[in-house]
């Protein structure tokens, strides 16, 4: 039996572990945590809630990378 679950991150099918929590998800992807925003199955995700956040079946997210310059 697999661990691995289906995911949609920024509109395309991604697979993780189960027991993915989001810091580790983001890094898997490629993601610096600090510069990002989560919207997590269509709420903004606060920063806060991200440790205790497991990938589930079917979670659906966009990460947004934050961009500065002027």
Do not use: K
């Not at 992807?29 to 589930?56: C, D, K, S």
């Amino acid at each position: 039996m697999s661990n691995q679950i289906t995911l949609w991150v920024n509109g395309e099918t991604r697979s993780c572990s189960s027991q993915t929590l989001l810091p580790d998800l983001l890094q898997q992807f490629g993601f610096n945590p600090r510069l990002v925003a989560v919207e997590y199955n269509g709420e903004i995700l606060h920063r806060q809630f991200w440790p205790e956040t497991q990938m589930q079946p079917g979670d659906r997210l966009e990460i947004v990378t934050i961009v500065g310059g002027g």
